[in-house]
């Protein structure tokens, strides 16, 4: 499996650098132009300077990425647009996009180290019915032949086979289930924070968190029911909602980086499961039963 991390890893570093230039005073339409070095950053500039709105740019750079890319950019270009509508300060919410950001590549990163090791086991005895048909060819068997040309060899070739192809699809399942399912978590509930903290009225926010949303295809997997709570507390608290919010948010973030690192830690032992149930057979079935019958066959002849 080939790790996406070192791709969010950038795109981390990017929405940090801009977010600390921001930070420092630089203009929203200049910051991009100061990161050209970076691809995405340099289409970011060069869709600016051609007329195109900032927000636009950024989720044009997620154009011919992965998915988990597009993902990204977009929510940074939701970012933008809201604290754009609201009249609010971008950086920190950058900063702490960022920060999710390397929390998801980390997490890659922990499920490609948990692979590493089945998948080597895998490959090594994958190898290793080569090694036994060119043993037994040397001891002077026909092995391949019996596995070819044989009605037993046809069915160990089949089953065996078969059994890596269901271990190779078991393989990418388990994986695909441990990779996270929200790459944004708290994305809703921080751009909230963002309307909120421009001054405007909560109903005016939460309509344009749903636009920009909308806009840019970007699902809230808590929906609404996590928002109204949130406000429900900060009414009856009477403490600000942006505060909460943006606690709410981060508390998301923990999270979803708690599971994903329970889930990569599973991973590393539950991949050992098709390496006995099917891999190991297929080897069997492969290697060892031909030149079983082969040896079979050479002393019943000999009789």
Same mark, same amino acid.
């Given at each position: 499996?080939?790790? /996406?991390?070192?791709?969010?890893? /950038?795109?981390? /570093?990017?929405?940090?650098?801009?977010?600390?230039?921001?930070?420092?005073?630089?203009?929203?339409?200049?910051?991009?132009?100061?990161?050209?070095?970076?691809?995405?950053?340099?289409?970011?500039?060069?869709?600016?300077?051609?007329?195109?709105?900032?927000?636009?740019?950024?989720?044009?750079?997620?154009? *011919?990425?992965?998915?988990?890319?597009?993902?990204?950019?977009?929510?940074?270009?939701?970012?933008?647009?809201?604290?754009?509508?609201?009249?609010?300060?971008?950086?920190?919410?950058?900063?702490?996009?960022?920060?999710?950001?390397?929390?998801?590549?980390?997490?890659?990163?922990?499920?490609?180290?948990?692979?590493?090791?089945?998948?080597?086991?895998?490959?090594?005895?994958?190898?290793?019915?080569?090694?036994?048909?060119?043993?037994?060819?040397?001891?002077?068997?026909?092995?391949?032949?019996?596995?070819?040309?044989?009605?037993? *060899?046809?069915?160990?070739?089949?089953?065996?086979?078969?059994?890596?192809?269901?271990? /190779?699809?078991?393989?990418?399942?388990?994986?695909?289930?441990?990779?996270?399912?929200?790459?944004?978590?708290?994305?809703?509930?921080?751009?909230?924070?963002?309307?909120?903290?421009?001054? *405007?009225?909560?109903?005016?926010?939460?309509?344009?968190?749903?636009?920009?949303?909308?806009?840019?295809?970007?699902?809230?997997?808590?929906?609404?029911?996590?928002?109204?709570?949130?406000?429900?507390?900060?009414?009856?608290? *009477?403490?600000?909602?942006?505060?909460?919010?943006?606690?709410?948010?981060?508390?998301?973030?923990?999270?979803?980086?708690?599971?994903?690192?329970?889930?990569?830690?599973?991973?590393?032992?539950?991949?050992?499961?098709?390496?006995?149930?099917?891999?190991?057979?297929?080897?069997?079935?492969?290697?060892?039963?031909?030149?079983?019958?082969?040896?079979?066959?050479?002393?019943?002849?000999?009789?």
């Amino acid at each position: 499996m080939k790790s /996406a991390a070192p791709a969010l890893g /950038a795109i981390a /570093a990017t929405v940090q650098r801009v977010g600390v230039l921001l930070a420092a005073g630089v203009t929203p339409a200049a910051v991009w132009s100061y990161l050209a070095e970076d691809p995405a950053a340099d289409s970011v500039a060069r869709s600016i300077s051609a007329g195109v709105s900032i927000p636009d740019a950024i989720a044009d750079a997620g154009r *011919g990425r992965t998915a988990d890319e597009r993902q990204l950019w977009a929510a940074v270009a939701a970012a933008w647009a809201v604290a754009a509508d609201a009249g609010s300060p971008l950086a920190a919410t950058l900063l702490e996009l960022s920060a999710a950001i390397r929390d998801l590549a980390q997490s890659q990163r922990d499920i490609t180290v948990a692979l590493a090791s089945p998948a080597a086991t895998a490959r090594l005895v994958l190898v290793l019915p080569a090694i036994g048909l060119v043993f037994g060819t040397l001891l002077g068997f026909n092995t391949l032949g019996t596995l070819l040309t044989t009605p037993i *060899g046809w069915c160990c070739l089949v089953v065996g086979s078969s059994l890596l192809y269901a271990a /190779a699809r078991w393989n990418r399942r388990m994986v695909r289930s441990a990779l996270p399912r929200e790459q944004t978590p708290g994305l809703e509930l921080e751009l909230l924070a963002i309307g909120i903290s421009g001054g *405007g009225a909560i109903d005016r926010a939460r309509a344009s968190v749903s636009e920009v949303l909308a806009r840019y295809s970007i699902s809230a997997a808590r929906g609404d029911s996590a928002v109204d709570i949130v406000l429900e507390l900060s009414r009856r608290a *009477g403490v600000p909602a942006a505060a909460l919010l943006r606690s709410e948010a981060a508390e998301s973030r923990r999270a979803a980086r708690s599971e994903a690192a329970e889930a990569a830690q599973a991973l590393s032992v539950r991949l050992m499961i098709p390496l006995g149930v099917c891999v190991l057979p297929s080897f069997m079935l492969l290697s060892v039963v031909p030149l079983v019958v082969t040896v079979l066959s050479s002393i019943s002849l000999a009789w």
